[in-house]
């Protein structure tokens, strides 16, 4: 008998030198749950297109998914994922710009614009609840990707879990902002951004209604003429922001030059190096009809009033350019500043 519980005293102390050491001892417990994670990183995506996409955006259903914590983190922890695209379509390049000014005034911690990387473009940041951010770009597609990614969380079928709604609040972006100078180009391509000045009256009272007029283009591989208003109801001074012009403005032209087939023709313009200088140079330009695409916006909360397009038509001297920063030989044809001031006219001087 003595034999026999040696025997079983042994093994018995040999089993229990073998058992497995708990793999978790040590580490901390996730400080959330991932249900608010979860919901967390959707408020996350949601915010990122609706202060962002305009029409002709289309942001997809979020679609969610969890995995395993790091090695360093318990082992029973996961990690909320959430994910969506975004259509963009010939205004990709625009919209992933947008998302990483939303993801530079997030307030985020480890903010990175990782540059050009595998054919594509991505900028991330961790927000202040330890959720990582990214908007991702693959050249060869008019398709963004947004990702949000949860810290180390409590399962939810986990017992014992921390108490829920103690977040801190969401590390959003405070939009909009007012413009950076008074031909800031945002106020027409991002308006859900940047507006023209957020402390202006509203479009209504007795007119005339000032009216100032931002011009862009979507391509810089093309030259157009200064687009102006030679009316009353245009405030002059509007390049001084100290002005009562520029305070009392209700509406913003925003006109998007858009070229379309060559003319056929050329026109010859002749530059000087300074305003002092006698002699000038000629230069030759390509001249291609043009559409100029308006849109008619609040000047206080960027919302559209109306829209229109007119063709250029203007293409002798009178459309060289006043002054010439870089030489592209193409130039579009210009707009008339008669029918452009009236197109606006009904907006713009009677009672609202």
Request: charged share 25%.
């Amino acid at each position: 008998m003595k034999a026999i519980g040696a025997v079983l005293l042994t093994g018995l102390l040999v089993l229990t030198a073998c058992a497995e050491p708990d793999p978790d001892e040590g580490k901390t417990p996730p400080p959330v749950a991932a249900p608010e994670i979860a919901q967390r990183l959707d408020e996350y995506l949601t915010s990122m297109a609706d202060q962002t996409l305009e029409a002709g955006a289309q942001a997809s259903p979020i679609t969610r998914s969890q995995a395993p914590c790091a090695e360093k983190e318990v082992s029973w922890g996961v990690v909320p994922r959430a994910e969506r695209t975004v259509e963009a379509g010939a205004r990709v390049r625009k919209y992933f710009e947008d998302l990483t000014s939303w993801l530079a005034g997030a307030d985020l911690s480890e903010y990175e614009d990782r540059g050009r990387e595998a054919g594509g473009q991505a900028v991330s940041g961790v927000s202040n609840e330890g959720a990582r951010l990214e908007v991702h770009w693959d050249w060869e597609s008019p398709r963004l990707t947004l990702r949000a990614t949860g810290p180390c969380s409590w399962p939810a079928d986990r017992p014992g879990g921390p108490v829920t709604g103690q977040l801190p609040p969401p590390s959003t972006p405070r939009w909009p902002r007012k413009a950076v100078g008074t031909e800031d180009a945002a106020v027409c391509t991002s308006p859900k951004r940047v507006v023209f000045n957020p402390d202006a009256p509203p479009f209504a009272g007795p007119g005339p209604h000032l009216v100032a007029v931002i011009a862009h283009a979507e391509s810089r591989d093309f030259r157009y003429d200064d687009v102006v208003l030679d009316e009353d109801w245009s405030p002059h001074e509007i390049h001084d922001e100290s002005t009562p012009e520029h305070a009392n403005t209700q509406l913003v032209a925003c006109v998007r030059v858009e070229p379309t087939t060559d003319t056929g023709r050329d026109l010859t313009c002749h530059y000087s190096a300074s305003l002092a200088s006698p002699t000038s140079s000629p230069m030759d330009f390509d001249l291609f009809e043009a559409n100029y695409h308006v849109t008619v916006r609040q000047a206080r909360d960027g919302s559209v009033v109306e829209e229109f397009t007119l063709p250029g038509t203007v293409g002798d001297d009178r459309n060289c350019l006043s002054q010439l920063d870089d030489y592209h030989r193409t130039l579009t044809l210009g707009l008339d500043h008669r029918a452009f001031g009236d197109r606006l006219r009904p907006l713009a001087e009677p009672a609202r």
